[in-house]
């Protein structure tokens, strides 16, 4: 079982930015072997996927609303990954979620809790 949480989350104003955590946790958890993404989702609308950065570590992809202005890195030796914001807009108001999922399958199997980003005009 993997277990995820995220944290970092809070309000800012436009054109500020924030940075979120995801640490995950289990027995046989190993960041070699997830692709590891980024969700949210607005009040009213559905889950949004934001990017991913891939099981190897070397690739990532982001959603087109968010590139150049989000970048997701991260590091082995904590268990973490994160998500750094920067340009943030009102419209990037939404609980952010990160979520797991095993190399070469289609779907995330773990998810986290999610953490609230709101960002004022």
């Known amino acids: 079982q993997v277990q995820l949480v995220e944290s970092g989350g809070g309000l800012v104003q436009a054109g500020g930015s924030l940075r979120l955590s995801c640490t995950a946790s289990?027995?046989?958890?190993?960041?070699?072997?997830?692709?590891m993404g980024w969700f949210r989702q607005a009040p009213g609308k559905e889950r949004e996927f934001v990017g991913k950065?891939?099981?190897?570590?070397?690739?990532?992809v982001y959603v087109d609303s968010v590139k150049d202005r989000f970048t997701i890195s991260r590091d082995i030796s904590k268990n973490t990954v994160y998500l750094q914001m920067n340009s943030l807009k009102p419209e990037d108001t939404a609980v952010y979620y990160c979520?797991?999922?095993?190399?070469?399958?289609?779907?995330?199997?773990?998810w986290g809790q999610g953490t609230q980003v709101t960002v004022s005009s």
């Open positions: 979520a797991a999922s095993a190399a070469y399958t289609r779907s995330y199997q773990y």
């Open positions: 289990g027995r046989t958890f190993s960041f070699n072997n997830y692709d």
């Open positions: 950065i891939r099981w190897s570590g070397v690739s990532t």
